[in-house]
């Protein structure tokens, strides 16, 4: 618990310094320079080769999953190739025409299940983001706001929550729905995100409701709501909205090891990577690709998602600019 904790209060304190030297008309330190603090980010975001290549990423995959019931070649639920299957000789459907990555151990298109699984993969990933940045903007606005009893309940709660590993908080979840679906690893795992949307948030708060502004807004008789929510909370949204890129990354990860281990959804004529890669497990050592090519697309969609997070953190730390 300490140490997820301890890089979620450094990122805080770190946004919270970029976040304090906003000026209220929302530019900071390179505002001298005519620039933004947007501006400048976005302009050390464009010579950053990381960024570059995770954004590449990043677009090829909602591009891919966007426009994958088109690209498909096959329904991925039908066993064209089922005659092809021998159960005895442990062998699938090779490679062939109209089939580039031939079939999988029941007949069906590989290539039509990868393109559609991507569809399951990135919608179970925003909406369980989503969700989680919902809670945990809830709660960190409770704890940041209000301080006092209702900030030592809140971040009690988050403590626990963080003490505990996140796959292993997301398992638990999603073994308590009686009936596994879709929507039960989308709860599972965006219940995990609340306590790292909800510390981060928090913390900003804290770090920027001691800016020269905010002080001001005070002496001046302004009312609490009007400062949180006029002052407070707008320049605190930046790095948590930032740590939800790195977060989809963690979603993707999370969706796919609890498809992989069964607590998906039962029916598989809805193809998703994590769910492909468990049934894939039985064929590992004869027919590998079945794993490989869910496993890979996972882990490339994951790190363009973390290349463009961690690039974008870096842009707004100051401690980077020169």
Not at 22 to 38: H, I, R, V, Y
């Amino acid at each position: 618990m300490a140490s997820r904790a301890t890089k979620i209060d450094e990122l805080a304190a770190t946004a919270g310094g970029v976040s304090g030297g906003l000026e209220p008309d929302g530019t900071g330190a390179s505002g001298a320079e005519g620039l933004s603090l947007a501006k400048s980010a976005w302009r050390r975001l464009r010579r950053n080769p990381l960024f570059l290549i995770g954004a590449t990423i990043i677009g090829l995959f909602v591009l891919l999953a966007l426009l994958a019931p088109w690209l498909a070649p096959h329904d991925p639920g039908l066993r064209l190739l089922e005659d092809q299957v021998s159960n005895a000789r442990n062998e699938i459907p090779p490679p062939q025409p109209g089939h580039p990555l031939g079939g999988d151990q029941y007949g069906r298109d590989l290539l039509s299940r990868i393109l559609l699984g991507s569809q399951q993969t990135l919608m179970v990933a925003l909406l369980a983001t989503v969700i989680g940045l919902g809670g945990g903007l809830v709660l960190g606005t409770l704890a940041g706001a209000f301080g006092g009893w209702v900030d030592t309940v809140v971040m009690r709660v988050v403590d626990v929550m963080l003490s505990i590993p996140s796959l292993l908080l997301a398992v638990s979840i999603g073994a308590l729905f009686v009936q596994q679906t879709q929507f039960s690893v989308i709860l599972a795992v965006a219940i995990v995100q609340v306590p790292i949307f909800a510390r981060l948030l928090r913390g900003t708060m804290l770090a920027v409701r001691e800016s020269d502004h905010v002080l001001a807004a005070r002496a001046l008789g302004v009312k609490r709501g009007a400062i949180v929510f006029r002052h407070i909370l707008p320049n605190s949204l930046g790095p948590v909205i930032v740590q939800s890129t790195l977060v989809l990354a963690i979603a993707i990860l999370d969706a796919a090891a609890l498809s992989f281990l069964g607590l998906g959804a039962a029916d598989d004529t809805i193809p998703e990577w994590g769910q492909m890669l468990g049934k894939a497990q039985d064929y590992f050592d004869t027919q590998p690709h079945l794993a490989f090519w869910p496993a890979a697309c996972i882990v490339v969609v994951a790190l363009g998602f973390t290349l463009v997070g961690e690039s974008m953190r870096e842009a707004l730390d100051p401690r980077q600019r020169r």
